[in-house]
């Protein structure tokens, strides 16, 4: 049996380093490094949680913190990678309560500014009992699940601390903050989350392509046909794209096909249950 991570791997396939990945990085970069608290919204399925895990290289951490206490090979990896991250990474559950809230996010805390302490100190012996401040952003995925304690909760921590704040959402979600005016007023930047350009996504689906043993050449009219239905079908959203193209490759599988054509496509598409019309 594959374990957990090899299985969410495939369902989120590999990531790629889109532009709009690189944009999101600097974005939070400069949330981050101005302590303020920005808003990213997008919608659904475009790669805002896949950017933002990236950045916080979460996938390594996140079992770790799961099971902290195990020692693990990997620990000095995965301190370094947050030292340079300076990130912790939070995905309120639907209806989470308050308590369980600030529960949660002083546990991440603590947990990874002992990790990150381990790497920075490099021997410096310091009191165990001082309070590390070594992380620097909080991104909350999903942030339209807060409620407005929850919402008081992160402001108050965001006054307190020296600490960026990055709330992840669809788009409206700057209008249920407006209902907050403290929360509001801190904002200090919004980032909209884009689907693929169409130069993009011929990049993207370039590498599909190849996973499946072909070359896309964007002068061949067959390919050509291809991206373009391919375009008006997913709109540039990677969900759509990567459901489709598990479907793609069935159906080459099955068919023993050797050439994406439009019929393929669609074929395809007609298996996709939402979000194609
Ligand atoms: N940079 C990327 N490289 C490869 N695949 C990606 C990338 N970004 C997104 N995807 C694909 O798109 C899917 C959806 O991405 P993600 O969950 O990040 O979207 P989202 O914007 O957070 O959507 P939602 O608003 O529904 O939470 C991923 O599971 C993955 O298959
Ligand atoms: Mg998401």
């Not at 907050?180 to 007023?185: D, N, R, V, W």
């Not at 909209?192 to 169409?198: G, I, M, S």
Request: charged share 30%; net charge positive; with cysteine.
């Amino acid at each position: 049996m594959d374990d957990s991570a090899t299985r969410l791997r495939r369902r989120t396939g590999e990531f790629i380093a889109t532009k709009e990945h690189r944009r999101f990085v600097e974005f939070a970069n400069a949330v981050r490094r101005e302590a303020f608290i920005g808003l990213c919204f997008g919608p659904a399925g475009v790669g805002k949680t896949l950017s933002a895990r990236r950045y916080a290289h979460w996938d390594a951490a996140e079992e770790f913190f799961d099971d902290w206490g195990v020692r693990r090979d990997e620990e000095r990896q995965i301190g370094a990678s947050l030292a340079r991250s300076r990130t912790i990474f939070y995905t309120p559950a639907v209806k989470v309560t308050y308590a369980k809230l600030v529960a949660d996010l002083d546990q991440l805390l603590i947990r990874a500014d002992i990790l990150i302490d381990d790497q920075v100190r490099e021997g410096i012996v310091v009191s165990r009992g001082r309070r590390l401040h070594h992380v620097q952003l909080i991104v909350i995925d999903e942030a339209e699940r807060l409620s407005g304690p929850a919402l008081e909760d992160l402001r108050d921590r965001f006054d307190r601390r020296p600490i960026g704040l990055l709330l992840i959402g669809m788009p409206g979600l700057e209008k249920r903050f407006a209902a907050f005016p403290q929360l509001y007023s801190r904002i200090g930047f919004a980032h909209q989350y884009r689907p693929l350009t169409d130069e993009e996504l011929a990049f993207v689906l370039a590498r599909h392509w190849r996973r499946l043993g072909l070359t896309l050449d964007l002068d061949d009219f067959t390919d050509a046909q291809a991206i373009a239905a391919i375009s008006r079908i997913t709109r540039g959203n990677f969900r759509l794209l990567h459901r489709l193209f598990t479907q793609v490759a069935r159906i080459m599988k099955i068919n023993d096909l050797t050439v994406i054509t439009t019929d393929v496509i669609e074929a395809a598409r007609s298996t996709l249950v939402i979000g194609t019309e």
